[in-house]
């Protein structure tokens, strides 16, 4: 089947900006991406490019020349998806907040809700595309709600599973130029066949086909959960040796080089860090331990638990070490955080264990000033809020955003690099030494400054992974 209109149902961080690249790059393709969420469309829809919802590099140059060309933004979603030959679902698939496999299982409520709107609306066969990271076997379920109700018994549904593999911050080039792209279909029929070749030839048209891998629906499925465990694995493991780093006098940095230019290690994926964060490592091996578990694979399980809780471990570590270090207490002391996204180059805050560290701090009762060059003032509020560890006035006592780091720094007793922002190198910390509290104090979570320069500066310094 040639495709000639395309719908994508979800239009955050992963629909906006893989469908923007697909229009760009397939300008014969109408592409609609729809959303129940009023706002977000506005946004992607505001005529100043700088507005758009998702901060990406790159991003608004290409939504700026297919917008209105063949890239629409809607929130018309039956008429979207009605006049679609190829569905993407790409809503969240967030950890489930309640009932069985709470803080576990990935909740599907938004995949299903896709699903039966899909087989109300359908008046014509449809591919339909996973694009959302799904536990293993979704498709089937999928499938059944698609056939079986609505208009499932008069119209033909194909399911691939498609997974995406973009990190945010770099998300234009991944999607460009993309290491593979994974499409998983019913392989035993030819219309699955027929339906694995219609999303082929789309990506075709900027993928070299090598790179385009194909496979059964289910190893598709459990590849991206897979991918997304291994990358985090890595750096849970340099994180755990930051640590004993720190007790030896051996350097984290140096230790990831010595190890990383062993071509079968590799050296991508071992910066030592303050912990990962972002929306999906941690939603992704949870819900690949609760799949282990569900099967009775408890060994399965706690292996790849482990890397959660090595990673909870180490945002709670570097706290710990702030508190310590100043004698044992923060009450009242200001503390300025460089950072807030979960790392550079995105204004995506979720899971960022800049949110762990604030709130571990200001259960000491300390002070809290922010300086984040893209993360908005409210959204680092709701990040607290969402934790529910103290009323939200509490929240805002405690903690302050600025639009200027020189301020956020004024009069602090420490600075902690909570993200890897490129500015946070160039700053004049000359001036930043000269207005802060002396002891002054500084924390760097991401292993970006040059510690030697900061201590003749007079700064004393903690780096992660870094003994003395
Ligand atoms: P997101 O929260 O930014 O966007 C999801 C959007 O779906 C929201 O705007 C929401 O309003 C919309 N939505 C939910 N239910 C809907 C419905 N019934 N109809 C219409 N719209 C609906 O999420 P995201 O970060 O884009 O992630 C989406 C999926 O992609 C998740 O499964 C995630 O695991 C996966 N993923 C994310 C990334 C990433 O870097 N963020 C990378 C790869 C894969
Ligand atoms: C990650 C994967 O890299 C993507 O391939 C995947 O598509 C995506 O998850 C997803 O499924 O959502 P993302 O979370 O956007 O992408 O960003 P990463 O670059 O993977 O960083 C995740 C976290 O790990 C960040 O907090 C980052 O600072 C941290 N990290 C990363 C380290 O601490 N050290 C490293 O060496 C690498």
């Known amino acids: ?90 809503v969240n698939t967030p950890t489930k907040t309640y009932g069985k496999g709470k803080g576990m299982a990935a909740d599907l409520k938004y995949i299903e809700l896709c699903a039966r709107q899909i087989a109300r609306v359908a008046t014509s066969d449809k591919i339909v595309v996973e694009k959302s990271t799904l536990p293993v076997r979704t498709a089937s379920a999928i499938k059944s709600i698609l056939d079986n109700t609505g208009n499932g018994s008069k119209v033909k549904f194909q399911i691939l599973s498609n997974p995406e593999f973009l990190a945010e911050g770099t998300a234009i080039e991944d999607l460009l130029d993309p290491d593979r792209v994974l499409i998983g ?86 910066k030592s860090s303050v912990g990962f964060g972002g929306s999906c490592f941690q939603k992704d091996i949870l819900n690949l331990v609760y799949i282990a578990k569900s099967y009775g694979l408890t060994e399965v399980a706690d292996y790849w638990e482990q890397v959660i809780l090595m990673n909870d471990h180490q945002k709670r570590r570097f706290a710990h070490h702030i508190i310590s270090t100043l004698f044992n207490t923060v009450s009242g002391k200001k503390i300025a955080f460089l950072g807030w996204a979960f790392k550079k180059d995105t204004n995506d805050t979720r899971e960022s264990a800049a949110i762990y560290v604030a709130d571990e701090l200001l259960n000491e009762q300390s002070q809290i000033d922010v300086y984040d060059p893209k993360v908005e003032e409210q959204q680092m509020y709701t990040d607290l809020d969402y934790l529910n560890t103290r009323s939200s006035k509490d929240n805002r006592e405690g903690l302050t955003v600025h639009q200027d780091p020189y301020r956020a720094c004024e009069n602090a007793h420490a600075i902690a690099v909570l993200t890897e922002w490129d500015e946070f190198k160039t700053y004049d910390w000359q001036k930043l030494y000269d207005r802060m509290q002396k002891p002054a104090f500084l924390f760097d979570g991401r292993g970006i400054l040059n510690i030697e320069e900061l201590e003749n500066i007079g700064f004393v310094c903690y780096k992660i992974g870094k003994g003395k």
């Open 1 to 90: 089947m040639k495709i000639k209109n395309i719908c994508c149902i979800g239009a955050g961080y992963v629909g906006g900006p893989t469908m923007a690249v697909i229009a760009q790059k397939c300008p014969h393709i109408q592409v609609t991406v729809v959303d129940i969420n009023e706002k977000r469309i506005e946004a992607w829809n505001d005529s100043n490019l700088e507005k758009l919802p998702v901060y990406e590099p790159g991003l608004d140059k290409i939504v700026g020349e297919a917008r209105g060309r063949n890239l629409f933004f809607s929130t018309h979603v039956d008429q979207a998806i009605d006049q679609a030959d190829m569905i993407f679902i790409s």
């Open 185 to 270: 279909g019913d392989t035993s029929t030819s219309e699955g066949n027929d339906a694995i070749e219609s999303l082929v030839n789309i990506y075709a048209n900027w993928v070299n086909k090598e790179q385009i891998l194909t496979t059964n629906v289910w190893s598709s499925e459990l590849s991206k959960l897979t991918a997304n465990a291994f990358l985090a694995q890595r750096v849970s493991s340099i994180n755990s040796l930051s640590e004993l780093c720190e007790k030896t006098g051996a350097d984290v940095n140096e230790v990831a080089k010595a190890i990383g230019m062993d071509s079968r290690i590799g050296s991508k994926f071992l």
